[in-house]
């Protein structure tokens, strides 16, 4: 059973960045067809995909989001990560990581989540 | 504002069938299949329903998912106080997943 986890700052300065890394436990990162995702939620609201990264390193990202985002992969720890650029308060959320699997024709979305970690952006 | 369109909020007494509907276009649930996610409170979402209608190992069976042009439902029979919780609906989007705003449903 894969288990996924996210860890990184809680408290972060505006028009920084802000830097999550996702650990994947309970299965390699690079087997099978997945993509490896990020969605947050700000409190009290709904759910937004922020982007994600396939094995093979390929990336898709939410337009709105797209020209702040990089996600990239780091196979040898079994980790994905999130940067986010030039953050405001709006960026303030619970940042989840997330799989997406893509075996058996077509992708699932989100079958497998971390627990979140809430992101604070203030001075 | 979100893509796809959903109540804030559904109520039920236990035992009662109770359904959530998620609205959408041509560009998401019209050509694409709806997800649905039920996420209890301060934890993460689960996924409930894939592929518009198919429940994952451990979902029980009084959970069901049906989608009909651009909209879907999900439907909850036999309600318990347990499934108090947000749901949320799914659908790629041309280049994106796109969500619900969620439905709080209250169990009575």
């Known amino acids: 059973q894969v288990q996924l986890q996210e860890s990184g700052p809680g408290l972060v300065k505006p028009s920084q960045t802000l830097s999550l890394t996702c650990t994947v436990s309970g299965g390699s990162i690079s087997s099978g067809s997945y993509y490896w995702g990020w969605i947050r939620q700000p409190a009290g609201k709904g759910l937004e995909w922020i982007g994600r990264?396939?094995?093979?390193?390929?990336?898709n990202y939410n337009p709105s989001l797209k020209s702040r985002v990089t996600i990239s992969v780091d196979t040898s720890k079994n980790q994905f990560s999130l940067k986010l650029s030039s953050v405001t308060a709006a960026d303030t959320a619970v940042y989840y990581c997330a799989r997406e699997n893509c075996s058996g024709g077509g992708c699932n979305p989100f079958d497998s989540w971390g627990q979140g970690t809430l992101v604070t952006v203030s001075s | 504002q979100s893509v796809l369109t959903q109540p804030p909020s559904a109520s039920g007494t236990p035992g009662q069938r109770v359904t959530i509907s998620c609205s959408g276009s041509s560009s998401n649930i019209g050509s694409n299949y709806v997800y649905w996610y039920q996420q209890l409170p301060a934890t993460a979402p689960k996924l409930l329903i894939y592929r518009n209608n198919q429940r994952p190992s451990g979902v029980p069976d009084r959970f069901s998912g049906s989608k009909s042009g651009t909209s879907a439902s999900l439907a909850i029979s036999g309600l318990r106080s347990e499934d108090e919780a947000d749901y949320y609906c799914?659908?790629?989007?041309?280049?994106?997943?796109?969500f619900g705003g969620g439905t709080k449903l209250t169990v009575l």
């Open positions: 990264i396939y094995t093979s390193g390929s990336t």
């Open positions: 799914a659908a790629w989007d041309d280049s994106l997943w796109v």
